[in-house]
């Protein structure tokens, strides 16, 4: 087994699976998250301990880094700051590196910045939310 640096993932993002752009550039890190939903309950005959069943999910991917004005990829996202709604929906594409990808209808969270000190970059931080679950395909067999 092998051990991949993060910087081995491919993400796209776009309108649709057929207008996408790669999304890297400028970003820093990438916390992806199964935002689980658990029903904890105690039962009489489990003499008051717990059973934990996840109930739902959501896959998420929580990004940050510096703004780089003229990337694709942040120019769409950052084009949907102020709009709500459907309009932050887009087609979302995670590819890990050993080839399986993830990919669907999503929403983009929580866009921040940029900001930060006046020397600095510009820095930025936003959120992918998959809308259900998202489409896996495997990685091909080599």
């Not at 087994?1 to 776009?14: C, E, P, Q, V, Y």
């Not at 459907?86 to 590196?97: G, L, N």
């Not at 820095?123 to 489409?135: L, M």
């Amino acid at each position: 087994m092998d051990f991949f640096l993060n910087s081995a993932h491919k993400f796209r993002i776009g309108e649709d699976e057929e207008t996408t752009f790669p999304l890297g550039a400028g970003l820093t890190s990438v916390e992806p998250a199964g935002n689980e939903e658990l029903s904890q309950d105690r039962y009489l005959d489990g003499e008051g301990a717990a059973e934990t069943d996840v109930t739902g999910g959501q896959q998420t991917l929580a990004y940050s880094g510096h703004r780089k004005y003229g990337d694709d990829a942040q120019d769409f996202i950052y084009d949907k700051k102020l709009k709500y709604g459907s309009e932050r929906r887009c087609y979302f594409e995670w590819e890990d590196p050993t080839g399986k990808i993830l990919k669907g209808s999503a929403t983009i969270a929580n866009i921040e910045g940029p900001g930060g000190e006046a020397g600095a970059k510009g820095e930025i931080s936003f959120e992918i939310h998959f809308n259900g679950t998202p489409e896996q395909t495997e990685a091909a067999a080599s």
